[in-house]
């Protein structure tokens, strides 16, 4: 199969990102507060490059935590 359509972006030009590709954090808000932030608010489970143990701000950290918010999701009591 071919592509039907191809986008490019020019981060500098996003509004909202205001041209960074991914979100950051103060210095030292990983240390101090990185495990409460990963921490569910009742059914809601956080995932994104942002919340990643490693590879934070590329592709590969929202996969790493996109699945540790699965593990969480599946080993959790259901309702």
Do not use: K, N, Q
């Amino acid at each position: 199969h071919e592509p039907v359509e191809y986008m490019d972006r020019v981060w500098a030009d996003e509004e909202w990102s205001g041209g960074a590709s991914s979100p950051f954090l103060v210095p030292g808000a990983l240390t101090t507060i990185g495990a409460e932030i990963r921490e569910p608010v009742g059914p809601l489970h956080w995932a994104g490059t942002h919340m990643a143990t490693h590879y934070r701000g590329y592709m590969e950290g929202a996969l790493v935590a996109g699945e540790a918010a699965a593990h969480r999701i599946i080993a959790s009591p259901r309702a």
